[in-house]
């Protein structure tokens, strides 16, 4: 409890930046109150993380370095199967994909997403399956968890 607590604090102070930058926006530059400016920054950036922290707490098994991170990884072991049944996902989509690069041993596709879209590639090596989610842009933001959702979807569509 207390590394998500610790984490999240961190997150906050890494967006805070994100949280003066919409206030001034909103409010303008008034240096007679810049207390003000500072105090509604970490408010909003706070707002922002426990906007997100609620979505990765309803997931029980999420391990603390993928908690309110954007960036996912997935190794599996290869074999035919598994290879087959990602390539079988890619066509028929379990999210809106455009795929950007295929190979023998590689898939990069871009998951559109409602606000800022995702970045999936797949890499076939010999021994193992590595399969990275991140975003496309702001990698620091968490994400609600979409993307730690869309790589347990294709755990789960591999196992089954």
């Known amino acids: 409890m207390n590394e ?25 530059v008034n240096l007679d109150y810049w207390g ?63 795929v950007l690069e295929k190979s023998e041993n590689h898939i990069k596709v871009q998951v559109h997403q409602k606000i800022i879209d995702s970045i999936l590639t797949v890499k076939k090596s010999d021994h193992d399956i590595v399969v990275e989610i991140y975003k496309k842009h702001m990698k620091f933001m968490p994400d609600k968890a979409q993307n730690y959702k869309i790589l347990k979807r294709i755990e789960k569509g591999l196992s089954v």
């Open 4 to 28: 998500k607590v610790s984490k999240s604090i961190l997150k906050s102070l890494v967006l805070l930046p994100i949280g003066l930058s919409l206030w001034v926006l909103i409010n303008g």
């Open 36 to 98: 003000i400016t500072i105090l509604a920054g970490f408010v909003i950036s706070f707002g922002i993380i426990f906007w997100n922290i609620f979505d990765y707490e309803k997931l029980d098994n999420i391990d603390m370095k993928d908690f309110l991170e954007s960036s996912h990884s997935l190794t599996l072991i290869n074999k035919g199967d598994n290879w087959e049944s990602i390539n079988e996902m890619v066509k028929n989509q379990f999210v809106k994909l455009e």
